[in-house]
């Protein structure tokens, strides 16, 4: 009896929050914030040589090809029992917010990597691809079991086919896939270690997967450092240093209003969201050195007001949409001006310029 009360209960707050959040929708949605599906020229790709970075990349496959990370994700005896009933709404709210936007985020690698190497014809390129997307799947799956257990699964498979694509040129993928992957392990990483120090705060065993999650995510990174390595253009050219920048600037700003709009969510893993923001740019910036030759200058004064203001207008534009009519159009239209003149600022701070080191690869070190 006592069971069948107790698989009522589940069952009803199953059907509660999967009526309340339809992830697959969510995660479905473009907005300039959410995560998006990616496609290029994968024909351009594909004629990539790696030839003048062998050495560095036969021992970075021949480590992906090991596996280490093989039976990591999987639920075992850490994977204590969530309390989703007894959870603060707020929090669940955007604790769910927090997983749909990181399974899409992981399956959007996981979906372009699958691509080309479906596409590819060059064994090298093809079989990075197969290992990186192996990775992302097993990544995405295991944000998805977190939410199938409370009755909250994305439907993957609808998202592949629904889900719209942004079409990037080769060289704009390495720059943006490089950062998202060593953002991803510098996000990963610090979280595990700030855990690590505060285990009360652990509100969900999913944190405790995070130490061998942030590997993948570095190799993933050290891939594309070793790609963009292939060819000098890539990120030496005076165009280059341009989009490089523009890219940080971009990839940055956009994190620091996700993380912002989570406020009780990072309250709960009791860590303040400006200066985990500004660790997860230092970390990222410092490892990024081995091979962008420009990095942000994110102790300048005019970085972090930068970026609030940018964060107030982004919340000003948000607001003026879900009014609708004509004077949400020109509040949102006044918001988005001050969101740009907030993004060129933080664009025209000085960058601090650098000469990445003959040797490109790199070990986890955080
Ligand atoms: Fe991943
Ligand atoms: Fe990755």
Known sequence: MKDVEHDTTHGELHAELADKFDTTAMATE????NPRFYTTDFDEMDRIDVSSVREDWDKLIGQMKSDPNKGHFKKNADWDEVDWKGMDPALRSEFIDFLVSSCTAEFSGCVLYKEMKRRGNNPDICELFNYMARDE???AGFINDALREAGMAVNLGFLTKSKKYTYFRPKF?????YLSEKI?????ITIYRHLEAHPEHRFHPIFKWFREWCNDEFSHGEAFALLMRTDPKITESWQAKLWIRFFLVAVYSTMWVRDH????????????IDWYDQEVFRKTSTIARQVFPVEIDIDHPRWIPGLRRMNAAMITMEKAKRKGGLSG?????LAGA?????FASLYLIPVKRNTP??????EPSY
């Not at 009780?264 to 009791?270: C, N, R, S, V, Y």
């Open 30 to 33: 473009t907005t300039l914030l």
């Open 184 to 188: 991803g392990y510098a996000r990963y």
């Open 329 to 333: 159009r020109i509040a949102g239209a």
């Open 357 to 362: 080191p003959a040797s490109v690869r790199l």
């Open 173 to 177: 993928i390495y720059y943006a896939t």
């Open 137 to 139: 799947a097993r990544h």
């Open 338 to 342: 001050r969101a740009g003149l907030a």
């Open 261 to 272: 709009a989570r406020k009780d969510f990072h309250e709960a893993l009791g860590v303040d």
